[in-house]
């Protein structure tokens, strides 16, 4: 996927989730080392978004609400997960 990024001349998208993951998590930078504070941010930035919502509701069937009750569930559990505590 990397070599098809790097050849590409499209932009990718999503760019916007990242930062605003890495804004919102930025108090909790100091407390994690760099690379868990990406794989976090990455994490989360896989997770959410419109791809998600697609695979929901076409591949699982599932109406609007329970879409959102499922992803917040999930990124719910990867915060519990990876965010430092204390």
Known sequence: MRNWAEDSAVQLR????VRA???ALEP????MKP???DDLVRRLSML???EQHIALSDVLGV???TGDR??????DAVL???LPTG
């Open 14 to 17: 999503g760019a916007r989730r």
């Open 21 to 23: 993951f890495s804004t």
């Open 28 to 31: 909790v930078r100091a407390k």
């Open 35 to 37: 690379s868990e504070f």
């Open 48 to 50: 959410t978004g419109l």
């Open 63 to 65: 109406d609007e609400e």
């Open 70 to 75: 499922l992803q917040a569930g999930i990124v």
């Open 80 to 82: 519990d997960r990876y």
